[in-house]
C-alpha cells in the first residue's frame, strides 16, 4: 500500500477492470519480497490507467490483491512493463508457492458508509 | 474457509462472477464476528451457483473475501438470504467500520503452477 492510499481504494463509477491476484508466498526472503511488493505498487500506480489497489496477506501466508484499471488494455500494458516482467520472473521462481489472476470487469460497485457525491 | 476449501478458489473456466468485498473490522465482538463470517462462508458454499471462496484478514483489520458465482442471479439472491440479511445488518451496526463490494465478471482466469487439464 502507498502511504497516500486508503486500503478501500476509491475507484470511480462502475464499469472499470479489476485484477484478483490471490497468492500464497513461499518463506523465501521476506525482506526481497515486501520491498518488490511495494516496488510494483509504486510502479503500477503511476501507469496511465491505473484507478487503485487493495491488498492484504495473513499471517499463513496467502494474499489477495486487486488492482483496479480503466480498461483492459492497461492492464496489459502493465504486464508487459519491463520491471513488472522482472517480478513476474522472480515470483514464480522464488515467492510464489501458487497463485490465481483473475481479471474482471467491475459492474456494480457499493460502498458503506455511503459518501455524498457516491452512488 | 471451510475446512475442504484451497485458499485458492478452483473455479472453472471464465466467464463467471466475482464479489469483491473488501472490509476494515472495528474491534467490537472478535469472537461472535468470525463465527458468524464462518457461518456466512458455509451456507453460501451450500447456495446453487456458488462456486468458491478466497478470504484474508490482515493484522491491521483490513480483509478482502472474494466469492465466485456462476451468474449474477446467484449473487442477488444470496444477498437476499434471510440469515445472509441478518449478519449484514449486524455487519453495518457493529462489525464494520468501513466496506465496499464490488460485483464483476470474471473474463480471464491465469493459474501457476499451470495443471493439468487446465488453460
Keep these: 500500500m502507498n502511504a497516500a492510499s486508503d486500503p478501500l481504494a476509491r475507484t470511480p463509477i462502475p464499469p472499470y477492470y479489476a485484477v484478483i491476484f490471490t497468492s500464497i ?26 484507478l487503485g489497489v487493495e491488498s492484504v496477506r495473513d ?8 488492482s483496479y484499471w480503466d480498461s483492459r488494455e492497461a492492464i496489459e500494458a502493465w504486464g508487459r512493463d519491463a520491471a513488472h516482467r522482472e517480478a ?12 490465481r489472476l483473475r ?3 467491475v459492474e456494480e460497485d457499493r460502498v458503506f458508509p455511503v459518501r455524498e457525491g457516491q452512488e
Design 88 to 99: 513476474q520472473t522472480l515470483g514464480m521462481s522464488v515467492w510464489y508457492e501458487r497463485f
Design 25 to 50: 508466498r513461499t518463506s523465501d526472503e521476506p525482506e526481497e519480497y515486501a520491498e518488490m511488493a511495494q516496488r510494483m505498487i509504486d510502479l503500477a500506480s503511476r501507469r496511465p490507467g491505473f
Design 59 to 66: 499471517e499463513s501466508s496467502v494474499g489477495i490483491t486487486v
Design 103 to 105: 481479471i474482471c470487469r
